[in-house]
């Protein structure tokens, strides 16, 4: 990351570090609150927090790399598994 | 800007340049567009080009700096002039 000049007043700096996006859609909110669980098991065991937005049927999930850098072999890791956790079991 | 790898099938590799940020509130769709064709006015002027995005009554603009680079000195005098030019005249 550059650094930044401060910004004027009543601006706000905006800098967000690349990540991996993707967004998961459900049939029910029963089945959205499954993935979360599946997905919290999976973040414990990884020690990899994405940031997690939800609705009833639907999961977005923003997989950031570590200390600001992109997303890498790590994080890519994480997406296929987080992924394959959404697949209709 | 560092280098990515290609994100997983189905992810979306989300990287975006350091911007600043401020949202303008207008009492009226008219006002709205007069601060529109102003902006555009001070865009040409200037040569910089920010994002737009805009209501009936709002107009949120990004500023982004040149070549991904953090917003820079003539980013900010910009923003000071596209400030200048929501004020109720």
Redesign the interface.
Known sequence: ?????P??E???????P?????RFEFASYGETRAYLDRLAALSEETGLYPDLGFGPTHVNV?VYGADG?????RE?EF??KA?ALALPG
Chains 1, 2 share one sequence.
């Open positions: 990351m550059s650094a930044t000049l910004p004027p009543g601006w706000k700096s905006v800098q967000q690349p990540s991996l996006f993707r923003t850098k992109a997303p890498g072999a890519i997406a296929g992924a």
